[in-house]
Nanobody
């Protein structure tokens, strides 16, 4: 499985951005994708996850501002982020799993390369 994350950049506080994660299924069928983030000096943490069937899981702190979605025809998962804050600054990674662990905060070994989001005040 290969994952390609994109869409990061620099935005001002209050702005919006959409991240994309495109995945291939060369070794197994992907059943869930999780978006994780890692801020400097902090551990990588789950932001939101989604199953192929569209079931979603959000970390409570983000559910009012972030929306995760999937386009199965394009093998792409999106993370729409609104009302961005400087505290959202991090490298964002997507993770794929053949079960449902990725979306639940238990990442597999399959990571995308990460995309940097910087939110300026």
């Amino acid at each position: 499985v290969q994952l390609q994350a994109s869409g990061g950049g620099e935005v001002q506080a209050g702005g919006s951005l959409r991240l994309s994660c495109t995945f291939s299924e060369s070794t197994f069928t992907v059943n869930s994708i999780g978006w994780y983030r890692q801020a400097p000096g902090k551990q990588r943490e789950l932001v939101a996850g989604i199953s192929r069937g569209g079931s979603t899981n959000y970390v409570n702190a983000h559910k009012d501002r972030f929306t995760i979605s999937i386009d199965n025809a394009k093998n792409t998962v999106y993370l729409q982020m609104n009302s961005l804050k400087p505290g959202d600054t991090a490298v964002y990674y997507c993770n794929a799993d053949k079960f449902w662990k990725s979306m639940s905060g238990i990442p597999s070994e399959y990571w995308g390369q990460g995309t940097q989001l910087t939110v300026s005040s």
